[in-house]
C-alpha cells in the first residue's frame, strides 16, 4: 500500500510539472502570501497624506468661491499652501511654531474662527483666507509676495 501512494505522488508531481512547468507542492506556503514590506507601508502613508490634502482642498473650493474669487485664485491658494504645509491640517513647522494649513504664527491666532482650530481644516483654511483677504486681498496676492519674500 505505502510503495502504491509514493508511486501515485510521483505521478501527480510529474503529471504537474509537465502541465504547469513546477511541482506545486514544491513552493512554499509562505512564497504564495503577499508580504508587507517597508516600501508598501510608506506608500500607503503617502496615499493617506494625498487624501487628507484632497478632501481639504475640497473644502476649500466653496469657500474660495464663496467670497467671489475665480478658480485663478483658487489655484494661486493651492500653490500658496502646498507650499507652506502641503494642505496639512495637523503639521506644525518646529522652528517657527507656524500651525496648520495656512501656517499661523502662532497657531493659536486661529481661536478667533473656531474652537477647534487644531483639528478642523474648514476652522483652519477660514481663518486663512479671512487673513488673506485682509492683509493682501487675493490669494494671488499672497502667493506673489510669498514668491519675492518667501512669506506671506
Not at 503577499?34 to 487624501?51: D, I, L, M, Y
Not at 469657500?63 to 483658487?74: A, E, I, M, P, T
Not at 511654531?97 to 483639528?119: E, F, H, V
Request: hydrophobic fraction near 35%; proline fraction near 5%.
Amino acid at each position: 500500500m505505502v510503495r502504491t501512494s509514493v508511486r501515485r505522488s510521483a505521478t501527480l508531481a510529474l503529471a504537474a510539472t509537465l502541465t504547469f512547468g513546477v511541482v506545486a507542492e514544491t513552493v512554499p506556503a509562505q512564497a504564495a502570501a503577499p508580504t508587507t514590506s517597508t516600501t508598501v507601508v510608506a506608500a500607503k502613508a503617502q496615499a493617506k497624506k494625498k487624501t487628507r490634502a484632497q478632501r481639504n482642498k475640497a473644502i476649500a473650493r466653496p469657500l474660495v468661491k464663496k467670497r467671489g474669487w475665480s478658480n485663478r485664485q483658487y489655484k494661486c491658494l493651492v500653490k500658496l499652501w502646498n507650499r507652506e504645509s502641503r494642505w496639512d491640517h495637523k503639521v506644525r513647522n518646529r522652528s517657527s511654531g507656524a500651525y496648520g494649513i495656512p501656517q499661523a504664527l502662532p497657531g493659536r491666532k486661529m481661536r478667533s474662527a473656531g474652537k477647534d482650530w487644531r483639528t478642523n481644516p474648514r476652522t483652519q483654511i477660514k481663518w486663512g483666507l479671512r487673513y488673506i483677504k485682509g492683509r493682501y486681498g487675493t490669494p494671488c496676492r499672497a502667493l506673489s509676495h510669498s514668491n519675492s519674500r518667501g512669506w506671506y
